[in-house]
């Protein structure tokens, strides 16, 4: 499996070779050492798994029996900085539902768990949470070994909600619930939001040279910049050299006005200094994965880029209820952007499924619930709406529309807010 780290375009695992004809001939690493940390109720261990009680509240706690869900997410590893909001979001999410009176009345608990970019880590920390934990759902704050474990968890009856998308199985393998845009649809909202946001007239794919699979996505995005009408070039980039100032010169020099930062986040932090100090300095584009620290503290940095899940700023209902969450049960800040709403979005998926939940609930009333949508999208909080079919994957053409994210200032915005952004045919 191969990946850009934010889906930036973070990972493409995706682009089979076949896939890929098809579709141009038709139109920050860290130990893994227990820590624990209580907030609010939640007790969360990194790097050994966590567990997520009842946040105390003033109302009648839920009564019934307790509802387990596991979250896999890389908590460290080098895909760190753009996924592990999940160890935030989750303890977060139980400690919020429990004081609202669980999900049916059955109070939750929520088990994170770290991959570690690390196929036997992620294989591990599934099997400890279908067997030892017994969770009914396994939500998959970011999606970067997903592959390693979601045979077993299939193999096993329990339902695997996205979180990212990024990985090929999403869209090849039934009992896998993609909430946000599709991978494929993702690369043409990023030539849309490039279009109409950042005014393009000529695009830049920059992406990264480590992985050959990086650079399928090229095909695709020269296809989307012919029918938006924008001139399009592509750059392979190393997260690792020390500088970028020949880059950067080149882009200035084929008159790129739009840079799509398709590469790690803080390498690509690095290379938008590089150029501005070259005196150069497009409209950037990147996404909502990867909007966050690495970018926030670039002067004179303006982005736009395709939001699979709602940016934290968006002025919405929905997005009001995730910060107000946030703000009283959340650990610590590392809740905007990255796999943050992302996950979010699984974990009210999940809780969505189970609203008519009897007294046992199982992973049976899981799958059940989640095949039961019909147009769901969760009063507006995600960008389609989600109807899935028994027995079938819902291929790579699925969820078509998304948000737009932006940063100007050091500040995440949402130029659109929570309005889903849809192709017109």
Request: aromatic fraction near 8%; charged fraction near 10%; proline fraction near 4%.
């Amino acid at each position: 499996m191969f990946r850009r780290t934010g889906r930036a375009w973070v990972a493409v695992p995706l682009l089979i070779t076949g896939l890929v004809a098809g579709a141009c001939s038709s139109s920050k690493s860290s130990s893994t050492s227990a820590t624990t940390a209580t907030t609010g109720g939640a007790t969360t261990t990194a790097g050994g798994g966590s567990a997520t009680s009842a946040a105390p509240t003033t109302a009648a706690g839920p009564t019934g029996s307790v509802i387990n869900v596991g979250v896999i997410a890389s908590l460290t590893g080098a895909q760190a900085s753009s996924s592990d909001q999940a160890a935030t979001v989750g303890p977060a999410w139980a400690a919020w539902v429990n004081a609202n009176g669980g999900i049916s009345g059955h109070p939750v608990k929520v088990y994170v768990e770290d991959d570690a970019g690390d196929p036997a880590k992620a294989q591990a920390a599934e099997q400890d949470l279908v067997g030892s934990k017994n969770v009914i759902a396994i939500v998959v704050g970011s999606d970067n070994e997903v592959a390693a474990f979601d045979a077993d968890a299939l193999s096993k009856g329990v339902a695997i909600i996205s979180g990212t998308a990024n990985s090929t199985d999403w869209y090849t393998k039934a009992g896998m619930f993609t909430t946000v845009t599709g991978v494929l649809p993702g690369l043409a909202a990023q030539m849309a939001v490039a279009k109409d946001y950042g005014h393009a007239t000529k695009f830049a794919d920059l992406y990264c040279s480590e992985i050959a699979a990086c650079q399928q996505a090229n095909p695709i995005l020269q296809q989307q910049a012919t029918k938006a009408g924008i001139a399009f070039t592509s750059l392979a980039v190393s997260s690792t050299a020390p500088s970028y100032t020949a880059q950067c010169i080149q882009l200035q020099q084929e008159k790129v006005d739009y840079a799509q930062l398709n590469f790690e986040a803080s390498a690509a932090a690095k290379f938008v200094q590089d150029c501005q100090a070259q005196g150069y300095n497009p409209t950037w584009g990147s996404s909502e994965q990867a909007a966050g620290a690495a970018f926030a503290s670039l002067q004179n940095f303006t982005m736009y880029g395709p939001a699979y899940s709602f940016p934290s700023t968006a002025d919405a209902p929905p997005v009001q209820t995730f910060r107000t969450a946030m703000q009283k049960y959340a650990k610590d800040n590392n809740w905007r952007e990255g796999a943050a709403s992302f996950t979010w979005d699984g974990l009210q998926t999940l809780a969505k499924a189970l609203a008519g939940a009897g007294a046992s609930p199982t992973r049976q009333d899981v799958l059940t619930g989640l095949y039961g949508f019909s147009g769901e999208n969760l009063g507006g909080e995600l960008a389609n709406k989600l109807t899935f079919t028994q027995g079938k994957a819902t291929g790579f053409t699925f969820n078509t529309c998304y948000f737009v994210v932006g940063m100007k200032g050091g500040q995440v915005t949402a130029p659109a807010g929570l309005t889903p952004q849809c192709p017109s045919s």
